[in-house]
RNA sequence: GACCCCAUCGUCUAGUCAGGUCCAGGACACCAGGUUUUCAUCCUGGGAACAGGGGUUCAAAUCCCCUUGGGGUCACCA
């Protein structure tokens, strides 16, 4: 027998956008398949009803493909396949490698608090939860009673009982190597939930068999949880896949990188500036119980909300933050694929063929990784010089139509051209060309000007002033017939030549200041030719009108 | 707390498995100077690390042990 086909997958639960953390395990999985002519499965794994919802799943599967992770097979739904789950379930129960226990939540939280508690000296805050095990009690039950039970309909869990003796699990990971747990260290756990679901530790060895998953690359929060998986593939007969367990991503402060962490921000802009009224879209009650308390987060889109009317910027955590920051594709799968894993030698850049061609399980980086975002921002700059003219002014324009769509529907064809051939050279972002530039899409009379010391000085400062170069360049450039980039650019350096000493800043720092408002803008004549000639004297007029 | 994992510049890392070619290379960031019509670029130069302590060896960033630090798991979440 030939060997098997590897397959990889890719098994999210289904709560919000896609993760970086997320993503990373995808590409990783995705790139060892796609390198091996084996086959990459998308498996959804929304086996807890309360935290999947439809919408979520329908936004990462968006965010893969923006990447371009591409998948072989699926997506398939755990809560489609509860058949396989039960049926396995039924297997273990009937030969006694499980069994039913009854206890509620409520009585086994208050036995691990007893055993917390009893366990000796007050435990600091947050540690010390104590070596709670189940105690088999349901074990003891006989068979009468369960039948009992199980006739009044009383909700229960079907728990794996572990193997008798000290056995020690052993299994081999390949980046961290071979593995020993004791059996001991392990208790009883849960494997169909009273609702009739599977846990995550079921579902995944039943999954992973039937879809004859080879390689198993995933986060290392799973580490420990293989112990779990290697028993449960030995009940039941099931093969034991490779596994590979990433170490994870953090934030730049050493903590772990999480969607909490906007949450976090809001919160701390909620009490700096003192917001004391509840947004619109959630209650008061929903309000206070948040203000109460840094376990309870508000929806996304609150959050959201929030932020922009505070006016803090929100991390960037999930896929789509950095697609609507404006950061390319093809940077962010790089970027990703360095952060946990090195080709070796001094190569970094590269893309995703490259990726593919040499991704290798033992070179995947042991120890975790901060996400720096000042490199990812880098990277991307590097990629958008690195792009012909046209080519930028594409993905400045898809990138538009998904977040700017005033600047399309305000500039033609033409003028957008010169958007994109002014804004490339100064952009590290896609985003960046939009940010700052709206005094280009605005009516001459949205225009304000800033009350800054810088605005003031250029306007106000030099002998003759700001004001004065503006008010002797505005019959000038209400002559100039030819307003092209280059006719401009002549106009108003032949200006300054004669009347500023050949220092072109004296002159154009007035002229930014008129046309937009602020002294940041494109390059001026650029600007002076996207904005036209009638918006560029009306807004002279206007920025004169506003001398002292 | 128990069990386990990890450890090279501020950050991501090359080098570690096959010890010498490494007074440790690259990138990002930082600092200094320069170019530029603003912002952003760009150019030149610079500082910057083998966590600490013991071993083994002619020789250790590389092998072993301890300490310290960081992380993971300990749910009817995945």
Not at 210 to 230: C, K, P, Q
Request: with cysteine; net charge negative.
């Amino acid at each position: 027998m030939s060997d098997p086909v590897i397959r990889t997958r890719f098994a999210p639960s289904p709560s919000g956008h896609l993760h970086v953390g997320g993503a990373r395990t995808a590409l990783f999985c995705w790139a060892y398949a796609r390198g091996h002519g084996g086959r990459f499965v998308l498996r959804i794994e929304d086996t807890d009803r309360a935290r999947s919802s439809d919408a979520a799943t329908t936004a990462f599967v968006a965010d893969l493909a923006w990447l371009g992770i591409d998948w072989d097979e699926g997506p398939y739904y755990q809560s489609q396949r509860l058949e396989h789950y039960h049926a396995c379930i039924a297997r273990l129960l009937d030969e006694g490698r499980a069994y039913r226990a009854f206890e509620t939540v409520e009585e086994l939280d208050a036995a691990r608090a007893a055993v917390r508690s009893g366990g000796g000296g007050e435990g600091d805050r947050g540690g010390g939860r104590g070596g709670y095990r189940y105690d088999r009690a349901a074990l003891q039950l006989d068979a009468a009673t369960i039948e009992q039970y199980l006739a009044e309909n009383r909700p229960h869990v079907v728990r794996f009982k572990l193997p008798d003796g000290d056995r020690v699990i052993t299994f081999t990971d390949v980046v961290r190597g071979d593995i020993e747990v004791p059996a001991a260290e392990l208790d009883d756990f849960v494997i169909q939930k009273a609702d009739g679901y599977p846990t995550y530790h079921f579902a995944v060895i039943v999954d992973d068999e039937l879809m004859g998953v080879t390689h198993v690359i995933r986060g290392e929060e799973h580490l420990y949880n293989t112990a779990r998986h290697v028993l449960l593939q030995e009940a039941l007969g099931f093969r034991r896949p490779v596994y590979a367990h990433l170490s994870l991503i953090f934030n730049p402060d050493g903590s772990k990188m999480s969607k909490r962490d906007k949450d976090r921000a809001v919160r701390a802009a909620v009490h700096e500036k003192k917001f004391e009224s509840p947004q619109a879209g959630i209650s008061r009650d929903q309000w206070d119980r948040w203000l109460s308390s840094k376990k309870h987060q508000l929806p996304a889109e609150v959050t959201e909300r929030l932020a922009g009317a505070l006016g803090v910027a929100l991390p960037e955590i999930e896929v789509e933050d950095f697609r609507r920051g404006g950061y390319l594709p093809e940077v962010l799968v790089n970027y990703l694929a360095l952060l946990g894993w090195s080709p070796g030698g001094d190569v970094e850049k590269f893309d995703a063929e490259y990726l593919i061609e040499h991704f290798a399980l033992d070179r995947i980086i042991k120890s975790p990784a901060k996400f720096d975002r000042d490199k990812l921002l880098a990277f991307n700059l590097d990629a958008l010089q690195a792009m012909t003219g046209e080519d930028f002014r594409d993905r400045l324009r898809a990138h538009g139509e998904r977040y700017h769509g005033e600047f399309l529907r305000t500039l033609g064809a033409g003028k957008f051209s010169m958007f994109a051939g002014a804004s490339h050279a100064r952009s590290k972002t896609l985003d960046d060309a939009y940010r700052g530039c709206g005094f280009l899409v605005a009516a001459d009379d949205e225009i304000v000007y800033e009350q800054t010391r810088a605005v003031r000085k250029a306007l106000t400062g030099g002998d003759p002033d700001g004001y004065a170069h503006l008010e002797a360049m505005r019959p000038v450039l209400g002559a100039q017939n030819d307003w092209s980039i280059a006719a401009l650019e002549q106009c108003v350096t032949s200006y300054a030549d004669e009347h500023a000493g050949g220092k072109l800043g004296t002159v154009a720092q007035p002229l930014r200041i008129a046309v937009s408002g602020g002294t940041v803008s494109p390059a001026i004549f650029d600007t002076l030719a996207i904005l036209g000639r009638t918006r560029v004297l009306n807004r002279i007029d206007r920025c004169l009108a506003t001398r002292s």
